[in-house]
């Protein structure tokens, strides 16, 4: 997608089985993938989204906004090793990071470093199933995180309308829009009860 910013929905399911007749008879299937994603979860008001896929590429998405259809997310950076200075300097500013901000982050681990004194990493297992149409992306994805197994289906577009669009069709709209991050929040405050 050329924009950097995209329109999300993410809902997490039981069972995606109906979801996924429904996503797969709309849709084209693309590939399936399975990696482990970190997720660097600090004390801010979640509108940073931190993440190292897999080993190899940091990524942060800014929440921009709320609508009815779903969120409004930009892609702020996303990056292989070697960091570049700039990133490293955003990253720092961003997240009140331990080290020094003109140093460069070489490896994922001297990027979990970084982030020890700020954010607490949490790995999860996925494995995605993606399809698309002209003008969205969408993935099934089983996720597995401390043992426990979990399913979500999400659509991500180019306009709001094309989600709306998209998540009617599908009738995702039974379940809560919850992205990764509320998502990790809520699995947190629970195992803290």
Known sequence: M?????????????????????????????EVEERVDTYFMGSGDGRLLAKLRGNDRFEIKALVGREEAGEIWRRAVSETFPLRRPTVEKISCLFDTTGDAAKLIRTHLELREAFQACATPIPVRKKRFHLRTERCRAELTHVTMDGMHFQTAAIECEDAKMLRSMI?????????NLNYGAWL?????DDRA
């Open 2 to 30: 050329a924009s950097s910013i995209t329109y999300e929905y993410r809902a997490w399911l039981r069972d995606l089985q109906s979801i996924a007749i429904l996503m797969r008879a709309c849709m084209d299937p693309e």
């Open 168 to 176: 009617s069709s599908l009738a995702l709209t039974r379940w809560p």
């Open 185 to 189: 929040r809520s699995r947190m405050r």
